[in-house]
T-cell receptor, first 113, second 115 residues
Framework: ETGVTQSPTHLIKTRGQQVTLRCSSQ?????VSWYQQALGQGPQFIFQ???????GRGNFPPRFSGLQFPNYSSELNVNALELDDSALYLC????????????FGSGTRLTVV | DQQVKQNSPSLSVQEGRISILNCDYT??????FLWYKKYPAEGPTFLIS?????DKNEDGRFTVFLNKSAKHLSLHIVPSQPGDSAVYFC??????????????FGKGTKLTVNP
């Protein structure tokens, strides 16, 4: 059973650019959630995808968007990058829309300069 | 508005002693609570959880206590081992539309267990 894999592991972007982060969910999990963890903070919920539809969203602006594909993998896109977007982005998969039983990936460390 | 609070950024204990990590919350609608452990360069790993209708859950060396009236939970690790050194996050489950759930995390407590 494979876990959650995220790519890339590290990324450096310039302010104003766009970035796409990728996540492959754990086998058997059809729900993917994305979290942002800023330095010294706990993970903050960005949004969740279930059956290729956005299933809930946290307090993040519309320039944060996502997709889920038929194989349950997911992308997080961030447009017009700002310095405060520098953070660890965590993807978590779970069965059937629950928060219970989350499996987290190791994250993508995004640095915006 | 931080709904889940971990007021101790760090905790240091001796190997073999008890580690007690604390967490407070403000939202009485949370369904259940979870503890995650995080090592550097890894994602958070689920440790133990407790339903809002229980007051204690035990799994090996780990026990979580819930005091609903005080909106407080704690994680006890007995005996503590050096391999327990990590950042511990308290999280609460919050409902989304359509019956789904998200997790609300505290800021974490860095536990160091000294040999």
């Amino acid at each position: 059973e494979t876990g959650v894999t995220q790519s890339p592991t590290h990324l450096i972007k310039t302010r104003g650019q766009q970035v796409t982060l990728r996540c492959s969910s754990q086998s058997g999990h059809n729900t993917v959630s994305w979290y942002q963890q800023a330095l010294g903070q706990g993970p903050q919920f960005i949004f969740q995808y279930y059956r290729e539809e956005e299933n809930g969203r946290g307090n993040f602006p519309p320039r944060f968007s996502g997709l889920q594909f038929p194989n349950y993998s997911s992308e997080l896109n961030v447009n017009a990058l700002e310095l405060d977007d520098s953070a660890l982005y965590l993807c978590a998969s779970s069965p059937a829309g629950t928060g219970y039983g989350y499996t987290f990936g190791s994250g993508t460390r995004l640095t915006v300069v | 508005d931080q709904q889940v609070k971990q007021n101790s950024p760090s905790l240091s204990v001796q190997e073999g002693r008890i580690s007690i990590l604390n967490c407070d919350y403000t939202n009485s609608m949370f369904d259940y609570f979870l503890w995650y452990k995080k090592y550097p360069a890894e994602g958070p790993t689920f440790l133990i959880s407790i339903s809002s209708i229980k007051d204690k859950n035990e799994d090996g060396r780990f026990t979580v206590f819930l005091n609903k009236s005080a909106k407080h939970l704690s994680l006890h690790i007995v005996p503590s081992q050096p391999g327990d050194s990590a950042v511990y996050f308290c999280a609460a489950s919050s409902s989304l539309q359509g019956g789904s759930e998200k997790l609300v995390f505290g800021k974490g407590t860095k536990l160091t267990v000294n040999p």
